[in-house]
């Protein structure tokens, strides 16, 4: 499972935790401006907006999980079982892959907005990439600094959500997400008060006591909450240290620590936590393994050239010793 989230400082972030128990080799992946995408239904781009993410490359191909363009637009795609439904392709509409779907957008739009607008005429087909890559099933949340949408195409057809919160999960489908935001509304930042019972002599015994009741849980669902209590309650000081701090941390409430979450014999972790910052193209991450920041910044490459530039994850602590 995953979790994505966007977030405004001074500048805008957007990142998400990769929970998985295994990983495709994937590293953080600059595609300039002029690097040729194919799309198996409609016209190659041969210049677009430049991207930073992360992928695994195939064949020279950069099957994107999340990334962000030079202009700011962010996306990010995450499990979706059972509800994601891809059509047969619809001659009426622009048919798009499940796995193009991140370049196609981020290749051309620079705003939700203008995005909204195109989804009207988008077909999410159902090719795979290849036989070592069948389609996964996925949902998409988009995001600039001013909205965010959620995009899943079911069985009933495409929709595109506003999303007020600014964060995703998994299953099960948005608007059911956001209805169960209602179960929480008397949940606080401050000391609850007692409206249990007021003539019991209740006591605030402990801080934070006004939001008791806010999942702690790993499921998809209360992940959601989680994290939109955490981020819509974020308070962070102005500067990039302040604000990537704060992202990590939001993104944090909603980890998966090994061995909480049992998949057979292996155990659910989050392999990978990024927060890009989408003004300035800089995408930051962690690995379960690396608790340091590490950074690639996308105007540190040449972004006028044809071909994808990718850097490995670093793996392992980096430990700074004291003494
Ligand atoms: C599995 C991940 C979601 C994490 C998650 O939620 N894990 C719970 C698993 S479980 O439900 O608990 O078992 C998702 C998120 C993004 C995906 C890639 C997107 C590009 C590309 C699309 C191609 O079509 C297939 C290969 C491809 C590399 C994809 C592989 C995989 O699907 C990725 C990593």
């Given at each position: 499972?995953?979790t994505?989230?966007?977030?405004t400082?001074?500048?805008?972030?957007?990142?998400?935790?990769?929970?998985l128990?295994?990983?495709?080799n994937?590293?953080?992946t600059?595609?300039?401006?002029?690097?040729?995408?194919k799309?198996?239904?409609?016209d190659?781009?041969?210049?677009?907006?430049?991207?930073?993410?992360?992928?695994?490359?195939?064949?020279?191909?950069?099957?994107?999980?999340d990334?962000?363009?030079?202009?700011?637009?962010?996306?990010?795609?995450?499990?979706?079982?059972?509800?994601?439904?891809y059509?047969?392709?619809?001659?009426?509409?622009?048919n798009?892959?499940?796995?193009?779907?991140?370049?196609?957008?981020?290749?051309?739009y620079?705003?939700?907005?203008?995005?909204?607008?195109?989804?009207?005429?988008?077909n999410?087909v159902?090719?795979?990439?290849?036989?070592e890559?069948?389609?996964?099933?996925?949902?998409?949340?988009?995001s600039?600094?001013?909205?965010?949408?959620?995009v899943e195409?079911v069985?009933e057809?495409?929709?595109?959500?506003?999303?007020?919160?600014?964060?995703?999960?998994?299953?099960?489908?948005?608007?059911?997400?956001?209805?169960?935001?209602?179960?929480y509304?008397?949940?606080?930042?401050?000391?609850?008060?007692?409206n249990?019972?007021?003539?019991?002599?209740?006591?605030?015994?402990?801080?934070?006591?006004?939001?008791?009741?806010?999942?702690?849980d790993?499921?998809s669902s209360?992940?959601?909450?989680?994290?939109v209590?955490?981020?819509?309650?974020?308070v962070?000081?102005?500067?990039?240290?302040?604000?990537?701090?704060?992202?990590?941390?939001?993104?944090?409430?909603?980890?998966?620590?090994?061995?909480?979450?049992?998949?057979g014999?292996?155990?659910?972790?989050?392999?990978?936590?990024?927060?890009?910052?989408?003004?300035?193209?800089?995408?930051?991450?962690?690995?379960?393994?690396?608790?340091?920041?590490?950074?690639?910044?996308?105007?540190?490459?040449?972004?006028d050239?044809?071909?994808?530039?990718?850097?490995?994850?670093i793996?392992?602590?980096?430990?700074?010793?004291?003494?």
């Amino acid at each position: 499972m995953c979790t994505a989230a966007n977030y405004t400082a001074t500048d805008h972030y957007f990142g998400r935790n990769l929970d998985l128990e295994y990983s495709y080799n994937e590293t953080v992946t600059v595609t300039p401006r002029n690097y040729v995408f194919k799309f198996r239904q409609v016209d190659e781009l041969r210049s677009h907006h430049a991207l930073i993410g992360i992928s695994t490359n195939v064949d020279g191909y950069p099957l994107y999980y999340d990334a962000t363009n030079e202009k700011g637009l962010s996306m990010a795609g995450l499990n979706f079982p059972e509800n994601a439904d891809y059509k047969p392709e619809d001659p009426k509409k622009i048919n798009i892959t499940p796995f193009e779907f991140i370049p196609w957008v981020l290749g051309q739009y620079e705003t939700v907005a203008e995005v909204k607008e195109a989804l009207k005429d988008i077909n999410l087909v159902n090719i795979s990439f290849s036989k070592e890559y069948p389609l996964s099933p996925l949902h998409w949340i988009i995001s600039d600094r001013e909205e965010s949408i959620t995009v899943e195409s079911v069985k009933e057809g495409l929709h595109v959500y506003d999303n007020p919160v600014g964060v995703l999960t998994n299953n099960p489908t948005f608007d059911k997400q956001l209805f169960n935001l209602n179960n929480y509304m008397t949940l606080s930042i401050d000391p609850p008060k007692n409206n249990f019972a007021p003539d019991l002599v209740l006591d605030t015994y402990s801080r934070g006591m006004g939001a008791i009741g806010l999942p702690g849980d790993l499921s998809s669902s209360s992940r959601f909450v989680k994290a939109v209590f955490t981020k819509i309650n974020s308070v962070s000081g102005s500067s990039e240290s302040e604000a990537i701090s704060q992202f990590f941390h939001i993104l944090g409430s909603a980890a998966q620590q090994r061995g909480c979450v049992r998949l057979g014999d292996k155990y659910e972790i989050t392999i990978y936590s990024s927060c890009c910052n989408t003004d300035k193209g800089i995408y930051y991450y962690k690995t379960y393994e690396n608790s340091q920041i590490s950074g690639v910044d996308m105007h540190k490459e040449n972004l006028d050239s044809e071909e994808i530039i990718s850097y490995s994850l670093i793996e392992g602590q980096q430990i700074k010793m004291q003494n």
